[in-house]
């Protein structure tokens, strides 16, 4: 493996040729992203518009599921990216809830990045990092685009203290949001004690409260983060959720029908939110309609879309590939630009059609 000062792909050249492909370890993903939250939140915004204008690909998510493992699944993200800085590319992503109780992370991903004019990959990132930032940096995102005109939320709760949670806790705190009380609710005694520590430590802000029942913490937030590994609904009362919180359902399957329907609903992309058995596609599929949903993110950063104050709001996103995709092009594009790309000699060896 070498290291290069610059291998960044020319498409001005008439001539084509094969780029050379590299590897961009977690360390290296970790060290560019760390402290830039708020860049970070304005490339998912810009990914979002882009995606909402029509110029990106990003086809329904394959799911690997492993019947004799269990809640394990492997998930294939397919995404294109058009516009100025066209990239392609594939998230691969693995999600072993059992890895926990090991001590090892629950997910673990690699990202592929292609080269628009050849199709040669010429990047593979260690994405878990970049997978877990764009999932929060869409969660602050969505948090300031929904609670304008409305109250800003001041206590906040987490269902599920894993690490997403920790991830969006640290965007919102990056991007302005501070809280009098913070909340938090885990089926695991450690998980909330680790999540506990994390915040005292981080320095963050709020009384701390560690909620024995579900409906304790959402009735005690106004802004509820759900980041839990449930496959099946699990919050089924309406009522809790009495006092319109925002919601940022991060997990997708915790919410029941029910409480959609009285919700003001917003996705990320409706069709790809409304398949495999989402709380959204359970409610379509109880409704036998798509009335439920008021819009997307893009929709409400548009001005097409507005939520009323005095409803609940709910954020489902269901993850688009192309966010993985433009925040790894990022990271490659800062590791080119810091001289420290590291690729691998010959890589690609077949080079010419008869040898």
Not at 61 to 74: M, T, V
């Amino acid at each position: 493996m070498t290291t290069v000062g610059s291998t960044a792909m020319n498409p001005s050249r008439n001539r084509l040729r094969v780029p050379p492909f590299a590897v961009i370890p977690g360390a290296q993903v970790h060290s560019v992203l760390r402290g830039r939250e708020q860049h970070i939140v304005r490339v998912v915004e810009e990914t979002y518009r882009l995606h909402g204008a029509g110029r990106t690909v990003n086809p329904p998510s394959s799911f690997l599921r492993l019947p004799d493992r269990g809640s394990a699944r492997i998930i294939a993200l397919p995404a294109s990216i058009g516009g100025p800085a066209p990239v392609d590319g594939l998230k691969w992503i693995s999600s072993f809830p059992q890895n926990v109780a090991r001590e090892v992370p629950r997910a673990s991903a690699v990202l592929i990045l292609n080269d628009p004019a050849t199709g040669y990959p010429f990047a593979c990132l260690e994405s878990s990092i970049i997978s877990a930032s764009r999932t929060a940096a869409s969660a602050a995102l969505a948090a300031d685009w929904l609670s304008r005109g409305r109250t800003r939320p001041t206590r906040v709760g987490f269902f599920g203290t894993g690490l997403i949670a920790r991830y969006v806790h640290t965007f919102l705190a990056a991007t302005g949001w501070t809280f009098d009380e913070i909340g938090m609710h885990d089926l695991s005694p450690s998980s909330a004690s680790g999540f506990r520590m994390c915040l005292e430590q981080s320095g963050a802000t709020g009384h701390i409260t560690l909620h024995e029942t579900p409906e304790a913490l959402i009735r005690g937030s106004d802004l509820v983060v759900f980041a839990t590994v449930a496959a099946t609904p699990h919050v089924v009362d309406p009522k809790w959720f009495g006092h319109h919180p925002l919601v940022l359902h991060l997990s997708l399957r915790d919410l029941a029908p029910q409480v959609l329907l009285g919700s003001a609903n917003i996705v990320d992309d409706i069709d790809h939110c409304l398949r495999a058995d989402t709380s959204p596609h359970l409610t379509e599929q109880l409704t036998g309609s798509r009335r439920f949903l008021a819009g997307t993110l893009d929709d409400v950063m548009a001005g097409r879309v507005s939520v009323p104050a005095g409803k609940t709001a709910v954020f489902s996103p269901f993850g688009l590939g192309v966010l993985d995709l433009a925040l790894g092009k990022y990271v490659y594009d800062e590791v080119v630009r810091s001289r420290e790309l590291r690729t691998v000699e010959d890589f690609f060896h077949e080079l010419t059609r008869y040898g």
